[in-house]
């Protein structure tokens, strides 16, 4: 199983998950959010594969999301615009990502990673 795992390396909450990988002997490419941030198309492949709803995706607590005033902006955009949104900026996006197969989630919940590898 190679999986792709999309995070910020300072990012206290992406190295727990990190660890969670290594711990369980998951194979996975390592990407920066920050250096190389997911392109529009991936970001509506992942949000697809996911099934969650695509605010899940934006960093609520992030600095960039409180000074472009998104939490009221969000609501007035369309979905290509949060897609397009998403992929000018890394930090916007929430981390980790972590992509196996057709299966995606953002953020760390060890059970739900847990489904995700079969364990």
């Not at 198309?41 to 472009?68: C, P, V």
Request: glycine letters at 6%; hydrophobic letters at 35%; aromatic letters at 10%.
């Amino acid at each position: 199983m190679q999986a792709l795992f999309v995070c910020y390396p300072k990012c206290s909450t992406c190295a727990k998950a990190r660890k969670f990988l290594d711990e369980n002997n998951i194979s996975y490419d390592f990407r920066d959010i920050k250096e190389d941030r997911p392109s529009k198309e991936e970001l509506k492949d992942w949000h697809q594969k996911s099934g969650l709803d695509i605010k899940k995706f934006f960093n609520t607590s992030g600095q960039a999301y409180r000074k472009l005033g998104l939490k009221d902006k969000l609501k007035e955009m369309s979905l290509e615009e949060k897609y397009q949104l998403l992929s000018t900026d890394g930090m916007l996006v929430k981390r980790p990502i972590l992509v196996i197969d057709d299966k995606v989630t953002v953020g760390f919940k060890e059970d739900v990673w847990k489904e995700i590898i079969g364990k």
